[in-house]
């Protein structure tokens, strides 16, 4: 097996991160990773706020847990409820992913990006995790604030997150895969 799909299959999500930040170069390295995605009619209808801020993290995950703690959803509610509760699994570093909202295919367009850089992150020997559960905070009314300090432009929606970091736990067999899904048509 080669090297990229031997990286392909050992990603996993990480929930679980040492107290160690991501070095500078393997940052700058991941966004070139995620400026090579491909977008439809390449658009590159992207903005990346790269967030090494555990302060401004943390403000996210409060008000996601206050509002989750308010939904009549009861796994919300069940989730606010954990005290570690952390939207951003506790990583040091996380890069949050914005599209145009006018780009029609914007969503695939930054879920490649987002995907682009969790497999170079684990060829990096870095763990991440995809992240969409941090949003309400930034979508709801009172988030204006939160856009600002994560430089959002005008007119670009929050739509992925990924947390980076070392890893701090072994997460174990890959949840299994459904492969009736497969059809071949010859
Ligand atoms: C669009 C998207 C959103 C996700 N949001 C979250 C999230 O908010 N929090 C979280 O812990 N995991 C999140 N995940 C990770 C999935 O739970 C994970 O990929 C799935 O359980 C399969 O596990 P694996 O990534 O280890 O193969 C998300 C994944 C995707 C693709």
């Given at each position: 097996?080669?090297?990229?799909?031997?990286?392909?299959?050992?990603?996993?999500?990480?929930?679980?991160?040492?107290?160690?930040?991501?070095?500078?170069?393997?940052?700058d390295?991941l966004?070139?990773?995620?400026?090579?995605a491909?977008?439809?009619?390449?658009?590159?209808?992207?903005?990346?706020?790269?967030?090494?801020?555990?302060?401004?993290?943390n403000?996210?995950?409060?008000?996601?847990?206050?509002?989750?703690?308010?939904?009549?959803?009861?796994?919300a509610?069940?989730?606010?409820?954990?005290?570690?509760?952390?939207?951003?699994?506790?990583?040091?570093?996380?890069?949050?992913?914005?599209?145009?909202?006018?780009?029609?295919?914007?969503a695939?367009?930054c879920?490649?990006?987002v995907?682009?850089?969790?497999?170079?992150?684990?060829?990096?020997?870095?763990?991440?995790?995809?992240?969409?559960?941090?949003?309400p905070?930034?979508?709801?009314?009172?988030?204006?604030?939160?856009?600002k300090?994560?430089q959002?432009?005008?007119?670009?929606?929050?739509?992925?997150?990924?947390?980076?970091g070392?890893?701090?736990?072994d997460?174990?067999?890959?949840?299994?895969?459904?492969?009736?899904?497969i059809?071949?048509?010859?």
């Amino acid at each position: 097996m080669n090297e990229t799909i031997k990286t392909i299959l050992a990603r996993r999500s990480v929930r679980a991160y040492k107290d160690k930040p991501v070095e500078a170069d393997k940052i700058d390295l991941l966004l070139e990773c995620a400026l090579a995605a491909p977008t439809g009619r390449n658009v590159q209808p992207w903005f990346f706020s790269v967030v090494n801020s555990r302060d401004l993290l943390n403000r996210i995950s409060a008000a996601n847990k206050q509002i989750m703690s308010e939904s009549a959803d009861p796994m919300a509610k069940q989730a606010a409820s954990d005290p570690n509760f952390d939207s951003f699994r506790g990583a040091p570093l996380v890069i949050i992913v914005s599209g145009r909202r006018d780009a029609s295919m914007a969503a695939a367009d930054c879920a490649n990006a987002v995907e682009n850089m969790a497999i170079a992150a684990c060829s990096l020997g870095l763990g991440t995790c995809y992240l969409a559960g941090f949003k309400p905070a930034l979508l709801a009314p009172g988030g204006k604030a939160l856009l600002k300090e994560l430089q959002i432009p005008e007119g670009y929606d929050p739509l992925y997150g990924l947390a980076i970091g070392y890893t701090n736990e072994d997460p174990g067999e890959r949840p299994a895969r459904d492969r009736t899904v497969i059809a071949k048509i010859n």
